[in-house]
Nanobody, 115 residues
Framework: QVQLVESGGGLVQPGGSLMLSCATS????????MSWYRQAPGKERELVAS????????DYAEFVKGRFTISRDSAKNTVYLQMSSLKPEDTAVYYC????????WGQGTQVTVSS
């Protein structure tokens, strides 16, 4: 049974940091490209960051470049999103995504950036 479970979301002040985690099970993480998406209220889901199956390449949306870092630990079957210099516009539900032939999604974790 495939599972992606996000955690680490919460309420943070502007300028603060959060580390999101995506714990995976039921598939071989090393074979999958992994991504983080987000969806704000009333908006479409958008790609935030991706990392290749081998972890050798990362890509970021322009609006998070220099502030967010995606990484993976295959030994722990976990993918991370380190977020810093957070802005109110980063407020959204953040989703973990695994992609190879199949595509899997987590249930999401809420991130709220507010003073």
């Amino acid at each position: 049974q495939v599972q992606l479970v996000e955690s680490g979301g919460g309420l943070v002040q502007p300028g603060g940091s959060l580390m999101l985690s995506c714990a995976t099970s039921g598939f071989t993480l090393t074979f999958y490209a992994m991504s983080w998406y987000r969806q704000a209220p009333g908006k479409e889901r958008e790609l935030v960051a991706s990392i290749t199956s081998a972890g050798g390449r990362t890509d970021y949306a322009e609006f998070v470049k220099g502030r967010f870092t995606i990484s993976r630990d295959s030994a722990k079957n976990t993918v991370y999103l380190q977020m810093s210099s957070l802005k109110p516009e980063d407020t959204a539900v953040y989703y973990c995504n695994a992609r190879r032939i199949n595509v899997y999604w987590g249930q999401g974790t809420q991130v709220t950036v507010s003073s």
